[in-house]
């Protein structure tokens, strides 16, 4: 028996977006492994085993990924919007530097619906200029690092896009973000809140910095703070085209 694994991204929460590349790797999956909200997503069937864990558990679920792979069972390890973005997929190739026993097992990356599109296209165009994405966390990388690359982002004029804003672990760092973004003299500019997007709890809100509270976000929150062309036609948000 030849096994696999499929590193599959389920997009924001609605199932209509979930691409069909990822639903024909679940239909023939033998095993479904990742964060346990997510492994919920998937129907439960006859013969499937489903394997929720931890969310911290990111590196030691790779690697049980990788074994049951290797073992021949046909593994689809799921991610929430795409699985290369702050994801798995990242966390599968690390295993895999650090197990080269596993250099034989058949990997696929299937990309989903990434967070800041589905909450892009429920605004507008926010981000059809140049733009970036910056994770919140600092699980894995030093504040400093974090708010080094926002002020050269705010400098460099690009839109922004913020994953992980805000957490019951770090209640105080996106009021900082805010604020370092208001000393970087982004006050004026548009920030959109994307909370829960294309799930039933959805809520979109788009103010200027400067009237932005940290409360607005929380872990199920995108945010996207406009360049300092992002403007409003009627009730859209959009990013012109051009720059000078
Ligand atoms: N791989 C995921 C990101 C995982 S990091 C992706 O590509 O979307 C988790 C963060 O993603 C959350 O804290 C939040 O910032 C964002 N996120 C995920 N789903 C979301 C949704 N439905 N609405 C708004 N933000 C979401």
Same mark, same amino acid.
């Given at each position: 028996m030849t096994g696999s694994l499929a590193i599959a991204g389920l997009g924001p929460g609605d199932a209509a977006l979930i691409t069909p590349e990822v639903s024909a790797a679940l239909a023939e999956a033998s095993d479904v492994l990742g964060y346990a909200s997510y492994v919920a997503r998937v129907p439960a069937r006859q013969g499937l085993r489903l394997h929720p864990s931890d969310n911290r558990m990111e590196l030691s679920r790779a690697s049980e990924a990788l074994k049951l792979a290797a073992e021949g069972r046909k593994v689809v390890l799921v991610s929430s919007g795409d699985p290369g973005v702050f994801a798995m997929a990242s966390a599968v190739f690390e295993a895999l530097e650090a197990s080269p /026993?596993?250099? /034989?097992v058949a990997i696929r990356v299937l990309p989903g619906v990434t967070a800041m599109l589905a909450a892009a296209a429920r605004a507008g $165009? #926010?981000?059809?200029?140049d733009f970036c994405a910056i994770n919140l966390s600092d699980n894995l990388k030093p504040w400093e690092l974090i708010e080094r690359r926002l002020r050269l982002a705010a400098e460099a004029d690009f839109s922004i896009a913020l994953y992980n804003p805000r957490s019951a672990s770090r209640p105080d760092g996106f009021a900082r973000v805010l604020d370092l973004l208001r000393d970087a003299g982004c006050g004026e500019r548009l920030i959109i809140f994307a909370h $829960?997007?294309?799930? #039933?709890?959805e809520r979109i809100e788009t103010l200027r910095l400067d009237d932005a509270r940290a409360e607005m976000a929380d872990m199920s929150s995108l945010v996207i703070i406009g360049n300092s062309a992002t403007r409003r036609v009627g009730r859209w948000v959009y990013a012109p085209r051009r720059a000078s």
């Amino acid at each position: 028996m030849t096994g696999s694994l499929a590193i599959a991204g389920l997009g924001p929460g609605d199932a209509a977006l979930i691409t069909p590349e990822v639903s024909a790797a679940l239909a023939e999956a033998s095993d479904v492994l990742g964060y346990a909200s997510y492994v919920a997503r998937v129907p439960a069937r006859q013969g499937l085993r489903l394997h929720p864990s931890d969310n911290r558990m990111e590196l030691s679920r790779a690697s049980e990924a990788l074994k049951l792979a290797a073992e021949g069972r046909k593994v689809v390890l799921v991610s929430s919007g795409d699985p290369g973005v702050f994801a798995m997929a990242s966390a599968v190739f690390e295993a895999l530097e650090a197990s080269p /026993d596993y250099s /034989d097992v058949a990997i696929r990356v299937l990309p989903g619906v990434t967070a800041m599109l589905a909450a892009a296209a429920r605004a507008g $165009a #926010p981000l059809g200029h140049d733009f970036c994405a910056i994770n919140l966390s600092d699980n894995l990388k030093p504040w400093e690092l974090i708010e080094r690359r926002l002020r050269l982002a705010a400098e460099a004029d690009f839109s922004i896009a913020l994953y992980n804003p805000r957490s019951a672990s770090r209640p105080d760092g996106f009021a900082r973000v805010l604020d370092l973004l208001r000393d970087a003299g982004c006050g004026e500019r548009l920030i959109i809140f994307a909370h $829960a997007v294309t799930t #039933p709890k959805e809520r979109i809100e788009t103010l200027r910095l400067d009237d932005a509270r940290a409360e607005m976000a929380d872990m199920s929150s995108l945010v996207i703070i406009g360049n300092s062309a992002t403007r409003r036609v009627g009730r859209w948000v959009y990013a012109p085209r051009r720059a000078s």
